[in-house]
């Protein structure tokens, strides 16, 4: 393998080489609604969204996790549940 292939499936934050990544949005059910093709790499989710984001009904709320923050400024018009936020540890 060549060395910009090697950069391209490579995890800085993982410290290995990573295969894919792949985006899916699913119902209440557990049923798949949209999929995003793989991308390679290490790649942020909110970044993958913006590019790949589904259109969903305006009564459809969409819950996302800390990955995507930033995303009720950029799809004002998408509703979106609550983001969770981190608990905090003792001290």
């Known amino acids: 393998m ?8 490579y995890s800085g934050k993982k410290k290995k ?8 949005m699913v119902n209440n059910h557990g049923y798949i609604i949209h999929k ?3 991308k390679r790499g290490c790649r942020y989710d909110y970044n ?6 589904p259109i969903t009904p305006k009564q ?6 800390l990955g995507y923050l930033g995303i009720e400024k950029d799809f004002p018009g998408q509703l979106s549940a609550a983001l969770p936020y ?6």
């Open 36 to 38: 995003t093709n793989h």
């Open 48 to 53: 993958i969204y913006k590019k790949n984001h």
């Open 17 to 24: 080489h990573t295969a894919v990544k792949t985006q899916l």
């Open 60 to 65: 459809v709320v969409n819950v996302f996790d």
């Open 86 to 91: 981190k608990k905090r540890r003792n001290q």
């Open 2 to 9: 060549n060395t910009k292939r090697k950069k391209e499936y």
